[in-house]
């Protein structure tokens, strides 16, 4: 098993930047790719990006694309997501996921959850 745990969230001002950490413990041995989602008061989870184990490819939700990227350190087990020019309705609880799959694939299911941290934008 691998277990996630977040940080890096708070409050930040429309335009301003975080970088959300994702450190992952126990089996990490295996490989396995990760994901950031997020998910707003009265909304259903969004996947936000996601990445290979190897790192070499990676995805992103529209709304973020050239504003966000994630990557990884596997000399660590911590995954990252750099969040830029952010904006109020970026505010959301983000989750930091993994699945363990080889060392190219996104899979399409994520096993392992991290508790979530807040990220809050105002105007």
């Known amino acids: 098993q691998v277990q996630l745990v977040e940080s890096g969230g708070g409050l930040v001002q429309a335009g301003g930047s975080l970088r959300l950490s994702c450190a992952a413990s126990?089996?990490?041995?295996?490989?396995?790719?990760s994901a950031w989602f997020r998910q707003a008061p009265g909304n259903e989870r969004e996947s936000v990006a996601s990445?290979?184990?190897?790192?070499?490819?990676?995805r992103y939700a529209d709304s973020v694309k050239g504003r966000f990227t994630i990557s990884r350190d596997n000399t660590k087990n911590t995954v990252y997501l750099q969040m830029n020019s952010l904006k109020p309705e970026d505010t959301a609880v983000y989750y930091c996921?993994?699945?363990?799959?080889?060392?190219?694939?996104?899979?399409?299911?994520?096993?392992?959850w991290g508790q979530g941290t807040q990220v809050t934008v105002s105007s």
């Open positions: 996921a993994a699945a363990y799959s080889r060392s190219y694939y996104i899979p399409p299911d994520y096993t392992y």
């Open positions: 990445i290979t184990w190897s790192g070499g490819t990676t």
């Open positions: 126990g089996h990490t041995s295996t490989t396995y790719a």
